[in-house]
């Protein structure tokens, strides 16, 4: 048990004294999806004090391919990744304390949940929410990494506020956001590059070794054998909404808060109400048997109907499966919950 950490302590650059340091570290990652599970298996392997985990969405079959701490149980119960993750990474390492919330990362509960988080993690799959976390990182100070991938393509970078220029000053280098994992797929070992560059930040950042940190944006694609890094150290913008003088973070204001998504992963489109909805699942499991069969678990409940499925989060958040057409969601979100 004394030896757990001891060849991570042999590297210089941590030692006894860093490994103490990451043990009284708070890192939050947003998002338990690919980049999540391979972020937060590696930083609670290695020690750090606590984790918090947040993601709005349960184990499905196409997740298994790449999302390391899933198994075929938790697509099968449709488990709340926070959960199937929680209860994995807690097997890994009982002396880690754990926080997982079933949680779109746009409630404004994430703002309570930020208090003593020493780092960041990007575990996203769309470029809303890692504005906000952008803005988020400004406002409170909070380092944070990005990263993204899709295909063989992946994406890093590292953000401390009032040192490096933050994502919104980048907006030049960043990727097309049209793409998703919908359409061009992706494969695991983009995820685990990434990853791997987001923990290994996350570790110098937390055992306080600033010099180390990479400077540079770094994107590749390992399908095509390329590598770049772009040097983005003079990118800063004074003008910048999140992080120049006068800054108004504007990926939290309201208006931003409040509309319809295509999720990544699938065709399917979620509706997230403005204010939280508290459904009583009983009662919803008889209001929509008429519409197909019901299935429920003490996170969420879906109906399967003929050509969608429609699932229902505690928070009131629906996701409609099987189509694509955002008018056609909405007509059948207020016919079944209206
Ligand atoms: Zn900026």
């Not at 937390?206 to 983005?232: C, M, P």
Request: with cysteine; net charge negative.
């Amino acid at each position: 048990m004394d030896n757990r950490y001891s060849r991570q302590q042999l590297f210089r650059p941590i030692g006894e004294k860093g490994q103490q340091q990451l043990n009284e570290k708070h890192v939050l990652i947003i998002g338990v999806g690919a980049l999540g599970s391979a972020s937060a298996e590696a930083l609670v392997r290695a020690g750090v004090g606590k984790l918090t985990i947040i993601d709005r969405d349960y184990v499905e079959w196409s997740n298994l391919q790449r999302q390391q701490l899933y198994t075929e149980q938790d697509a099968q119960e449709k488990i709340p990744k926070v959960i199937a993750a929680k209860n994995r990474l807690q097997s890994i390492n009982s002396a880690v304390e754990i926080n997982g919330f079933v949680l779109d990362a746009f409630s404004n509960e994430l703002i309570g949940l930020l208090k003593d988080v020493d780092l960041m993690i990007d575990a996203t799959d769309n470029f809303d929410v890692r504005f906000m976390m952008n803005d988020l990182a400004q406002k409170y100070q909070i380092p944070w990494i990005y990263g993204s991938c899709i295909g063989s393509y992946g994406a890093t970078y590292t953000i401390v506020p009032g040192k490096t220029p933050c994502l919104h000053c980048l907006l030049k280098v960043l990727p097309n956001t049209g793409m998703t994992c919908d359409t061009v797929g992706i494969i695991s070992p983009a995820v685990q590059i990434v990853a791997a560059y987001q923990v290994s930040e996350a570790l110098k950042l937390l055992v306080g070794n600033e010099d180390a940190r990479r400077k540079s944006y770094l994107t590749f694609d390992v399908w095509q054998n390329q590598h770049y890094e772009i040097n983005v150290e003079k990118m800063r913008h004074e003008d910048c909404p999140s992080c120049g003088e006068n800054p108004t973070y504007p990926y939290l204001s309201y208006e931003n808060q409040t509309k319809l998504e295509i999720l990544c992963g699938r065709d399917a489109i979620q509706i997230r109400p403005p204010k939280p909805i508290h459904y009583h699942f009983d009662q919803l499991a008889v209001q929509l048997s008429p519409y197909g069969e019901i299935q429920k678990n003490p996170y969420l409940l879906s109906c399967q109907a003929t050509d969608y499925r429609v699932v229902i989060f505690r928070d009131g958040r629906v996701v409609i499966h099987g189509i694509q057409d955002i008018e056609k969601a909405k007509s059948i979100y207020y016919q079944l919950l209206g």
